[in-house]
């Protein structure tokens, strides 16, 4: 897969990723589609950092097999952290 595929792909999974993380976090969050993508690939590094830490693939795991379980729940949960961190850094812009 070359690069244009590789940036294809991330979007793809950026806003899947994301839109599942908008969908459990709680409350209303006044991001646009391509926010939630961006955040949402964003995400996807934190938690791939994160199962790093825990002894996992780490990032290098998220670019082999992005579509297994284990990869999609630590992709969730870094776009969790990030959308909560992005709530707090903009919670009292208008």
Do not use: D
């Not at 646009?32 to 961006?38: D, E, F, N, Y």
């Amino acid at each position: 897969m070359g690069l244009i595929g590789a940036i294809i792909s991330w979007i793809i999974i950026g806003g899947i990723i994301g839109l599942i993380a908008r969908a459990l976090m709680p409350g209303k969050q006044a991001m646009g589609l391509g926010l939630t993508i961006v955040l949402g690939v964003i995400g996807a590094i934190v938690g791939g950092f994160i199962g790093g830490l825990l002894g996992g693939s780490g990032v290098s795991g998220i670019m082999s097999n992005p579509w297994s379980i284990g990869t999609i729940v630590l992709a969730v949960v870094g776009a969790l952290i990030v959308m909560v961190i992005y709530g707090l850094a903009t919670k009292n812009r208008v």
